[in-house]
Structures are given as structure tokens and as C-alpha cells.
């Protein structure tokens, strides 16, 4: 049993490495966790972590599946005596962090260490706008009405005001928009419920915190927009940890585009009318100008009715009648603009609506004007539109940032590098000078795994592949009773399969779209002969461990689609810059999405089971050897028979085992 006083040894002695003392096979953890496996890799990670967070220095590490970085970065973290923000892929990995990781290793510390845990503003009810804006909603729409009884019964007892504690109610409900607040509706400290706010109450907690937890994306809405309150949070953290940070460069992307949609023009028309009834009621035109607003909306989407995807704002706009429409849109805008702004020394919410309408008149300005540093695009779809300028580059923006902060850095994931090499994240993210430590698996993937490499006898470009691949797999998904995850590179291939496999009454099928992606997760693991067919959102979050997934079949290389206006983009300026796009960028990027599907099957040391990568050019291109050498290491074989002999004698040693 763990002895108080080992810990404060190990407190009081710095020259002892945390790596030696906790992570060894004599350590501490060893003592206290009932599974605990030692693992080089862990303890190697610890004590890297343990030396960037000492020196405040920058530190990349790939940890392979089933090193245990949470705990490898979390002990070294809460034992640094620092102020630590950690930032995590998903709210999903940060409630397991808070709820879970944390507890466990805080049970035998013992140290006197204050966490919170911290969600972006759209997570928390808003009592203003429960109060104030709800009841119009419910006599307006009885759908919702009901839901907002619902949010306010809830809202007499919770604590927190996180939305995710009304169940009864879908996180992506419509509802929400209306019941929560946003940069461009937050009255801040001159909203009449401040005190009881629960986004403030958060940020409050955070502020004392020695350890905050956060999520990517509400890191970089801060990085965006200097004003979601992690802004006041960095100033005094000495260290920022970032786990599953291969998704940092595309996030980074995302937020610091700019955009405006029809849904945030429509709720600003809604925002207005509400604002200029309670602060500003003798103002009688602002009715018909906001409705020559929201008809200007609904035009510009009906001229975009035959348009469904993303596309390049430049060919988009060629069309006369478009841009008739659009130049429709932007003088409703500056209409609405002109009517409320003499009024906004009238009321808070009034020069708020002001400040909103100002900036999506400029960013529809900035989209409109095109501008050699940054990609602008137009997204449709069934109900609304999008339109963003997403910038080229990324690099120079979270430089400065950090340039900005005497802090720690350390960015870690299981897929971070190509080919044993890192080049692509850093350069992605500007990180050249920071110091790289890659840590294999300690899996054993030779033994427990196979690579199956089919011959299709067609390309993947060719109109009966998606049927080669499935007719491929059936005899693996017999022989297996199912227990496979198909994983597609595009929904028109899933749909295409799912309707021919439709037919095999042997295999539960479950198909993305039908459910959402939590209950089909759910349902694939307590279901027999499970086959789950799953598209992007699949191939990474995803664990299931134990039997019930033995076989992971993916039927393209995930190179992205080249007629996204985005990736086109980035294409072009490459290629504008003397580089070769398709190496420095398209295949990186493959290559990182291949391994995070590949890594969905093997999550716990005593799982075993087969990848089937059904595309030929892994063997015919000279760059299959790229996927290959990035994978773990796992024996391949292009023969059925000896895929098929191999998950035959996997489960029967299993079975004889449990007997």
C-alpha cells in the first residue's frame, strides 16, 4: 500500500527524477494501481515533460496507443508546482480528464492542488436571455417552448449551468442558440444577472485554479477573438499542455477565418427586433428594415438553392445574379445598421446589436475583396449558407501568440509524425525549434495484428470499386461474425455499401447517419456479428477495446478531396512557392488520418485483430512505402487465406485463455 510519506520524499527530493520514482517498475504507481504496466515509453515521457515544464521550453511527443501519456504528462504537471492549462481534443476527453484521469492521481498525491474544469460560453445556460428572450420564443413556437420549460425547471436546482446536465435535451439542439450566450450577445459586466452568471462563475474558479482543463476549441475561440476569458487565464499559467494536438493545425485554421452565416444574420435580425422593443420602442421603421433583411437572406439562399458542399467564392460570385443578391444583402445590413446606431447610447443590448451588425458588414466586406494571404469560399447548405476566408497559413498567427507568453509548451498525440519525422506538424504550426521525442507502442503488433492487403483488380477511381471492396472483406466479416469497423473516405462510398450489404441478414449493420454517433458506438459494443459502417468522425475518438472489434477495414487512403476550395488553396500557393503540394502537404495529411484510423483497433494490450487497407496504390505508388513506414508494426500479407488463419487461431487461443 502507498505510504504517505513516500510521496512527500518524492516531493521534497527534486533531484530525483518523477520518471524513476512513479513510472518504473519498482515506482510508485506500481504500488498504488492494481493494472499498472511498466512502460519505457511512460516513464521516458514523464521525464521529458518533467524537464521542458523546468526550463519552460517547447516539447513534441508522438506516444503511441497504450503509453499512458495522460498520466505521463499529468503527474509531472501537478508535482511542477506550476500553473498548468491543459488542453484537450474534445469536451468529451476533457470531462474524462476532470472526472476520472485527475481523481485517480490526486487519491495518493495528495497534494494540496486546486483543478477546474473550463468550457467555452455556449456550454453554459445565460440567464439573461433565459429570462429575457425565451418567453417570445414559447409563444411564438410551441416545439421549442416546450424545451425552454423544460431548461427552466432544470435552471432552478443546477450549480453549474452546464448545458450537458439536461439530458432530455440534445447538446445540438436548436433550443440552445436561444437560452445561451455568444461574443456577440454578452452583455459582460453590465448585464443585470452578472453576479449569478455561470460563464463567469467558471472563469472565476479557473482564475484560482493551479490546473484548468479547456478544450481546443475553446483555446483557440480565445486566440480568435481575445475576449473568451481564457485571455485572463494565460497571463498567469506557466505551462500549456496540449494532448491530441495533431488536431491543432486545422482548428487553428478554423478559427482564425473569418465568416458570417445566414443563421448569424437571422439572429441578429431576432436580437434587434428584442433589443429596440425593450430599449427603444419609438422607433417604428426598424420592423420593415429588419424584414428587408431577413428577405435578403432567404433570396441570396434560394440563388444558392442548386448549390450543396463548399465552394470558391470567386467562381460562386461570377454569377451576375449572385452577386446582385449578395450586394442585396450587404446594403440590408447597412440599412439595419443605420436605423439602430443613433440608438445605441440607449441601452446595452442595443450597442451590442450595434457592434455585431458593424462587424458582419466588414466581414462581408473582407470575403468579398480577395486577398492573396487567405482562401474565400462559400459553404451551402439545406437551410443556409456560410461564407468564410480562411487563412493560408497558420503558422505566424500561433507564433506570435506564444511569443506573447513565458510559458511551457508541449503538444502531444499518437499521430504526429510522417515517416518517423515530424517536419509536417511543426512546420504546420512554426514549432522549428522545439525538441521532438517519438515513443513507439508498447503493444506487441507483430504478434497480434496482421495488414491485409487485398488485390481488387480495379482502381480506386473506378465505378465498382466501393462493391470490390466490400465483396473483399465478406468472407473476413463471416469468418470474424462480424465485429468490424468499415471505415470510408466518403459518405457516397458508406451509402453505396450499406445498401449492398443491406442484404446479409448475418451482420447487425450500423450505419453513420442513422443514429447518432454516440448511441452507434454504443450499440457496437453490446451487439453481436456488429458491423459499423462510419465515414471522417469515425477514424478518430473512437475506443473500444476487447473483443467486440477485431477487425478495422479501410477502403481508400485518406487523401482529401481535391476540389475542396480550402485544400485548392493551399494547393495553389504551394505550388506558387516552387514546393510539390502533393509531398509537402496532401500526403502528410494522409498520412496522419490513415494512422489515427489504423489505431482504432488495437486499444489495450491484450486486443488482437486485422486491418484490411483495400487501396491498391499502398503496394503500386512509390509513396505507399510513406503509409506503410508511418504505421506501427504490423506484419502484411496480400493472402486470404493467411488473413482469415490468423483471426481463426487469435480467437481460439483467446477462447482456450478465458477457459
Request: proline share 4%; glycine share 4%.
Given at each position: 500500500?502507498?505510504?504517505?510519506?513516500?510521496?512527500?520524499t518524492v516531493k521534497k527530493d527534486s533531484s530525483r527524477m518523477i520518471g524513476e520514482n512513479f513510472f518504473s517498475e519498482s515506482g510508485l504507481l506500481s504500488e498504488y494501481l492494481e493494472k499498472f504496466r511498466y512502460r519505457p515509453q511512460q516513464k521516458a515521457m514523464s521525464e521529458?515533460?518533467?524537464?521542458?515544464?523546468?526550463?519552460?521550453?517547447?516539447?513534441?511527443?508522438?506516444?503511441?496507443?497504450?503509453?499512458?501519456?495522460?498520466?505521463?504528462?499529468?503527474?509531472?504537471?501537478?508535482?511542477?508546482?506550476?500553473?498548468?492549462?491543459?488542453?484537450?481534443?474534445?469536451?468529451?476527453?476533457?470531462?474524462?480528464?476532470?472526472?476520472?484521469?485527475?481523481?485517480?492521481?490526486?487519491?495518493?498525491?495528495?497534494?494540496?492542488?486546486?483543478?477546474?474544469?473550463?468550457?467555452?460560453?455556449?456550454?453554459?445556460?445565460?440567464?439573461?436571455?433565459?429570462?429575457?428572450?425565451?418567453?417570445?420564443?414559447?409563444?411564438?413556437?410551441?416545439?421549442?417552448?416546450?424545451?425552454?420549460?423544460?431548461?427552466?425547471?432544470?435552471?432552478?436546482?443546477?450549480?453549474?449551468?452546464?448545458?450537458?446536465?439536461?439530458?432530455?435535451?440534445?447538446?445540438?439542439?436548436?433550443?440552445?442558440?436561444?437560452?445561451?450566450?455568444?461574443?456577440?450577445?454578452?452583455?459582460?459586466?453590465?448585464?443585470?444577472?452578472?453576479?449569478?452568471?455561470?460563464?463567469?462563475?467558471?472563469?472565476?474558479?479557473?482564475?484560482?485554479?493551479?490546473?484548468?482543463?479547456?478544450?481546443?476549441?475553446?483555446?483557440?475561440?480565445?486566440?480568435?477573438?481575445?475576449?473568451?476569458?481564457?485571455?485572463?487565464?494565460?497571463?498567469?499559467?506557466?505551462?500549456?499542455?496540449?494532448?491530441?494536438?495533431?488536431?491543432?493545425?486545422?482548428?487553428?485554421?478554423?478559427?482564425?477565418?473569418?465568416?458570417?452565416?445566414?443563421?448569424?444574420?437571422?439572429?441578429?435580425?431576432?436580437?434587434?427586433?428584442?433589443?429596440?422593443?425593450?430599449?427603444?420602442?419609438?422607433?417604428?421603421?426598424?420592423?420593415?428594415?429588419?424584414?428587408?433583411?431577413?428577405?435578403?437572406?432567404?433570396?441570396?439562399?434560394?440563388?444558392?438553392?442548386?448549390?450543396?458542399?463548399?465552394?470558391?467564392?470567386?467562381?460562386?460570385?461570377?454569377?451576375?445574379?449572385?452577386?446582385?443578391?449578395?450586394?442585396?444583402?450587404?446594403?440590408?445590413?447597412?440599412?439595419?445598421?443605420?436605423?439602430?446606431?443613433?440608438?445605441?447610447?440607449?441601452?446595452?443590448?442595443?450597442?451590442?446589436?450595434?457592434?455585431?451588425?458593424?462587424?458582419?458588414?466588414?466581414?462581408?466586406?473582407?470575403?468579398?475583396?480577395?486577398?492573396?494571404?487567405?482562401?474565400?469560399?462559400?459553404?451551402?447548405?439545406?437551410?443556409?449558407?456560410?461564407?468564410?476566408?480562411?487563412?493560408?497559413?497558420?503558422?505566424?498567427?500561433?507564433?506570435?501568440?506564444?511569443?506573447?507568453?513565458?510559458?511551457?509548451?508541449?503538444?502531444?498525440?499518437?499521430?504526429?509524425?510522417?515517416?518517423?519525422?515530424?517536419?509536417?506538424?511543426?512546420?504546420?504550426?512554426?514549432?522549428?525549434?522545439?525538441?521532438?521525442?517519438?515513443?513507439?507502442?508498447?503493444?506487441?503488433?507483430?504478434?497480434?495484428?496482421?495488414?491485409?492487403?487485398?488485390?481488387?483488380?480495379?482502381?480506386?477511381?473506378?465505378?465498382?470499386?466501393?462493391?470490390?471492396?466490400?465483396?473483399?472483406?465478406?468472407?473476413?466479416?463471416?469468418?470474424?461474425?462480424?465485429?468490424?469497423?468499415?471505415?470510408?473516405?466518403?459518405?457516397?462510398?458508406?451509402?453505396?455499401?450499406?445498401?449492398?450489404?443491406?442484404?446479409?441478414?448475418?451482420?447487425?449493420?450500423?450505419?453513420?447517419?442513422?443514429?447518432?454517433?454516440?448511441?452507434?458506438?454504443?450499440?457496437?459494443?453490446?451487439?453481436?456479428?456488429?458491423?459499423?459502417?462510419?465515414?471522417?468522425?469515425?477514424?478518430?475518438?473512437?475506443?473500444?477495446?476487447?473483443?467486440?472489434?477485431?477487425?478495422?477495414?479501410?477502403?481508400?487512403?485518406?487523401?482529401?478531396?481535391?476540389?475542396?476550395?480550402?485544400?485548392?488553396?493551399?494547393?495553389?500557393?504551394?505550388?506558387?512557392?516552387?514546393?510539390?503540394?502533393?509531398?509537402?502537404?496532401?500526403?502528410?495529411?494522409?498520412?496522419?488520418?490513415?494512422?489515427?484510423?489504423?489505431?482504432?483497433?488495437?486499444?489495450?494490450?491484450?486486443?488482437?485483430?486485422?486491418?484490411?487497407?483495400?487501396?491498391?496504390?499502398?503496394?503500386?505508388?512509390?509513396?505507399?512505402?510513406?503509409?506503410?513506414?508511418?504505421?506501427?508494426?504490423?506484419?502484411?500479407?496480400?493472402?486470404?487465406?493467411?488473413?482469415?488463419?490468423?483471426?481463426?487461431?487469435?480467437?481460439?487461443?483467446?477462447?482456450?485463455?478465458?477457459?
Open positions: 500500500m502507498l505510504v504517505d510519506e513516500d510521496i512527500s521529458a515533460i518533467e524537464n521542458t515544464l523546468a526550463k519552460y521550453g517547447q516539447l513534441i511527443v508522438e506516444a503511441g496507443t497504450g503509453v499512458g501519456k495522460t498520466f505521463a504528462y499529468l503527474i509531472p504537471a501537478l508535482l511542477s508546482k506550476q500553473k498548468v492549462v491543459i488542453s484537450t481534443g474534445t469536451k468529451h476527453l476533457q470531462d474524462q480528464l476532470y472526472f476520472k484521469d485527475l481523481p485517480t492521481i490526486l487519491d495518493f498525491l495528495k497534494l494540496p492542488v486546486k483543478t477546474a474544469l473550463l468550457k467555452g460560453r455556449a456550454n453554459y445556460l445565460c440567464i439573461h436571455r433565459l429570462e429575457h428572450y425565451a418567453p417570445s420564443i414559447q409563444m411564438h413556437n410551441r416545439h421549442l417552448g416546450k424545451k425552454i420549460n423544460t431548461i427552466k425547471e432544470w435552471s432552478q436546482f443546477t450549480k453549474t449551468g452546464e448545458i450537458a446536465e439536461v439530458t432530455a435535451i440534445n447538446e445540438n439542439d436548436s433550443v440552445w442558440p436561444s437560452v445561451t450566450s455568444t461574443i456577440d450577445n454578452c452583455l459582460g459586466s453590465e448585464c443585470p444577472s452578472y453576479e449569478k452568471c455561470y460563464v463567469v462563475k467558471a472563469r472565476q474558479k479557473a482564475q484560482q485554479a493551479d490546473m484548468v482543463i479547456i478544450n481546443h476549441h475553446l483555446f483557440f475561440a480565445d486566440l480568435a477573438l481575445k475576449m473568451e476569458g481564457f485571455g485572463e487565464l494565460l497571463p498567469s499559467a506557466n505551462s500549456v499542455i496540449f494532448d491530441e494536438a495533431h488536431q491543432l493545425p486545422e482548428l487553428a485554421s478554423n478559427f482564425l477565418a473569418i465568416s458570417v452565416s445566414s443563421r448569424q444574420i437571422n439572429e441578429l435580425a431576432e436580437d434587434v427586433i428584442s433589443a429596440m422593443l425593450e430599449e427603444a420602442p419609438d422607433v417604428k421603421e426598424i420592423q420593415p428594415t429588419v424584414d428587408v433583411l431577413k428577405k435578403a437572406v432567404a433570396d441570396f439562399r434560394i440563388i444558392l438553392a442548386s448549390k450543396n458542399g463548399r465552394f470558391p467564392w470567386f467562381e460562386v460570385i461570377s454569377d451576375s445574379k449572385v452577386e446582385n443578391l449578395f450586394d442585396e444583402l450587404c446594403k440590408a445590413i447597412h440599412t439595419v445598421y443605420e436605423i439602430i446606431s443613433p440608438q445605441s447610447d440607449r441601452g446595452k443590448v442595443i450597442e451590442k446589436c450595434v457592434e455585431r451588425c458593424e462587424r458582419i458588414e466588414q466581414n462581408l466586406y473582407l470575403i468579398s475583396d480577395g486577398q492573396d494571404e487567405r482562401i474565400n469560399w462559400l459553404e451551402c447548405f439545406e437551410k443556409g449558407f456560410k461564407l468564410h476566408s480562411t487563412p493560408l497559413v497558420v503558422a505566424d498567427s500561433f507564433q506570435e501568440f506564444m511569443l506573447q507568453y513565458k510559458c511551457s509548451w508541449v503538444f502531444t498525440s499518437a499521430t504526429l509524425t510522417v515517416n518517423a519525422k515530424f517536419n509536417h506538424f511543426q512546420h504546420q504550426l512554426g514549432l522549428i525549434d522545439a525538441e521532438t521525442l517519438m515513443l513507439d507502442s508498447p503493444y506487441d503488433y507483430q504478434n497480434n495484428t496482421r495488414l491485409y492487403l487485398p488485390a481488387l483488380g480495379v482502381e480506386p477511381n473506378d465505378r465498382s470499386y466501393t462493391h470490390k471492396v466490400i465483396d473483399a472483406v465478406l468472407p473476413i466479416l463471416e469468418i470474424n461474425q462480424g465485429r468490424t469497423f468499415i471505415l470510408f473516405t466518403s459518405h457516397r462510398a458508406l451509402r453505396i455499401a450499406a445498401n449492398y450489404l443491406g442484404n446479409h441478414d448475418q451482420f447487425t449493420l450500423l450505419v453513420q447517419g442513422d443514429a447518432p454517433r454516440r448511441k452507434l458506438i454504443s450499440a457496437f459494443s453490446k451487439t453481436d456479428h456488429a458491423v459499423l459502417l462510419g465515414t471522417s468522425s469515425f477514424w478518430e475518438g473512437v475506443d473500444i477495446r476487447g473483443d467486440a472489434l477485431s477487425c478495422v477495414v479501410i477502403d481508400k487512403l485518406p487523401f482529401a478531396a481535391p476540389d475542396d476550395p480550402v485544400l485548392n488553396g493551399r494547393l495553389q500557393a504551394l505550388r506558387r512557392a516552387g514546393e510539390n503540394p502533393f509531398m509537402s502537404y496532401q500526403l502528410p495529411q494522409a498520412v496522419i488520418s490513415l494512422k489515427q484510423g489504423v489505431g482504432r483497433l488495437i486499444r489495450d494490450e491484450e486486443d488482437y485483430g486485422l486491418v484490411v487497407l483495400c487501396d491498391p496504390r499502398i503496394v503500386t505508388k512509390p509513396y505507399g512505402k510513406t503509409f506503410v513506414n508511418s504505421l506501427p508494426d504490423m506484419l502484411p500479407t496480400s493472402n486470404l487465406d493467411d488473413a482469415v488463419n490468423f483471426l481463426q487461431l487469435r480467437e481460439y487461443e483467446n477462447e482456450t485463455v478465458s477457459h
